[in-house]
């Protein structure tokens, strides 16, 4: 039997890596003298191809380090033969300890009593685990707190220093576009990292920067920045013009038919028809991930390089007015956002405000698996 069949999903999001580097390139050269760039790929890196993307990426030799969400995505990468560092940003749980030493995955202490338990993992490994710590500043999420749980802390890395190697402290802006709010998380993270330092633990790197504060406040970058929309996509409502949109999700039209006034869309009428309408049927529905807020406020989609809105949905398919695209027809090509294969482009930032979300990421980590996720 055949098995080499291509592509058969209904849709694809196309992840354009030419403009993907460009972008890296340009987040590389904003950067001060000193200063790495951490590519965020958590969230099967935010819905784009978490493997896909590290591939990509993993070919620049100034990024030595990429950041995740949990242990299972950090071995997803290692098995994949990602070898660059790998820290993961969120709690780790004792049932993780062992997959992540011997993954060489770097863990993030954030809390009191699991120094000495990787500890205990590690000398039962016979092979150390590097760390980095999270300090609490703001988010009140997870971390230690600078002072006096803090001093507990460093006792424990002390009593566990043969097997748990400290290689660097940070946290999280937990508001990113607020200068107040930022300055005071950036001073107590040093106030922190410092802490550290006079009691003789090494923090070899001290980052809280991420997309939207490497944008608006350049000052917060120290040693480290943690980039992840801003590798796709450019600042939702303040953009420097700089990043290029890199994906688009693209499907095909199933069904074209004039439709009249009075006729109802999808289950239990959901939609009436007010004129007459030519009504296309895509193979994409809330299966899929297509938002169903989109398409309540009928958003834009493309059809023949024209925007046409949304109609309608259910699990696996949708209806579009199509009335405006001369000869529509069967298997033409429908884009969601991004661009279509004739140039014409449509933002995925743009979609995203139409439904209050605050950036286009939102759309695109909501996809699910049959969506094909396509590199090129």
């Given at each position: ?8 999903n ?17 987040i ?11 590519p965020v790929?958590?969230?099967d890196?935010y ?8 591939r990509t990426?993993?070919?620049f030799?100034e990024?030595g ?7 299972s995505?950090?071995?997803t990468?290692r098995?994949e033969g990602i070898?660059?560092d790998?820290?993961?940003m969120g709690?780790?749980?004792?049932f993780?300890y062992?997959p992540?030493?011997e993954c ?6 954030s809390r009191?009593?699991?120094?000495p ?6 000398k039962?490994?016979s ?7 999270k300090?609490e ?14 001093a ?6 002390k009593?566990?220093q ?5 290689t660097?402290a940070?946290?999280?802006?937990a508001?990113?576009g607020?200068?107040e709010?930022?300055e ?6 040093l106030?922190?990292?410092?802490q550290l330092k006079?009691?003789?633990i ?7 920067s ?15 920045v943690r980039?992840?929309r ?7 409502k303040?953009?420097l013009g700089n990043?290029?949109?890199?994906v ?8 074209v038919?004039?439709?009249h006034?009075?006729d109802?869309l999808?289950?239990?009428g959901?939609?009436v028809?007010d004129?007459?309408?030519v ?5 994409v529905?809330?299966?899929d991930?297509l938002?169903?807020?989109l ?14 809105p949304?109609?309608a ?8 007015d199509?009335?405006?695209v001369?000869d ?5 090509e ?6 279509d294969?004739?140039g ?14 605050d ?10 698996h049959?969506v ?5």
């Amino acid at each position: 039997m055949n098995t080499t069949y291509g592509v058969l999903n209904n849709s694809s999001l196309i992840i354009d890596t030419d403009k993907l580097r460009e972008n890296v390139r340009t987040i590389l050269r904003s950067l001060p003298a000193g200063t790495k760039l951490i590519p965020v790929v958590k969230d099967d890196a935010y819905g784009m191809g978490m493997v896909g993307v590290a591939r990509t990426l993993s070919a620049f030799p100034e990024i030595g380090c990429f950041a995740v969400a949990n242990v299972s995505e950090g071995v997803t990468l290692r098995r994949e033969g990602i070898r660059q560092d790998i820290l993961i940003m969120g709690s780790t749980l004792p049932f993780q300890y062992v997959p992540a030493v011997e993954c060489d995955l770097t863990v993030t202490v954030s809390r009191l009593g699991m120094v000495p338990e990787l500890a205990e993992v590690c000398k039962a490994q016979s092979k150390p685990l590097n760390v980095q710590i999270k300090l609490e500043t703001g988010m009140h999420r997870i971390g230690v707190e600078p002072g006096e749980e803090l001093a507990v802390l460093i006792g424990e890395l002390k009593a566990a220093q043969e097997w748990v190697h400290v290689t660097g402290a940070f946290s999280h802006f937990a508001w990113p576009g607020n200068a107040e709010v930022c300055e005071a998380q950036y001073k107590k993270l040093l106030a922190g990292a410092e802490q550290l330092k006079a009691a003789g633990i090494p923090v070899p790197m001290c980052h809280i920067s991420a997309s939207e504060s490497s944008e608006l406040f350049p000052q917060y970058a120290l040693d480290a920045v943690r980039i992840g929309r801003r590798l796709y996509m450019d600042h939702p409502k303040k953009p420097l013009g700089n990043i290029q949109e890199v994906v688009s999700w693209r499907s095909y039209l199933t069904n074209v038919k004039q439709r009249h006034a009075g006729d109802s869309l999808a289950y239990f009428g959901k939609y009436v028809l007010d004129k007459d309408t030519v009504v296309a049927t895509v193979g994409v529905g809330y299966g899929d991930g297509l938002n169903e807020k989109l398409v309540a406020c009928h958003a834009p989609v493309l059809v023949g390089g024209k925007r046409c809105p949304l109609l309608a949905c259910c699990m696996d398919q949708c209806f579009v007015d199509v009335t405006g695209v001369e000869d529509a027809k069967v298997g033409d090509e429908i884009t969601f956002f991004g661009y279509d294969s004739d140039g014409n482009f449509l933002s995925s930032q743009e979609t995203a405000n139409l439904i209050g979300d605050d950036e286009g990421c939102g759309l695109t980590s909501a996809l699910m698996h049959r969506v094909a996720r396509v590199f090129h």
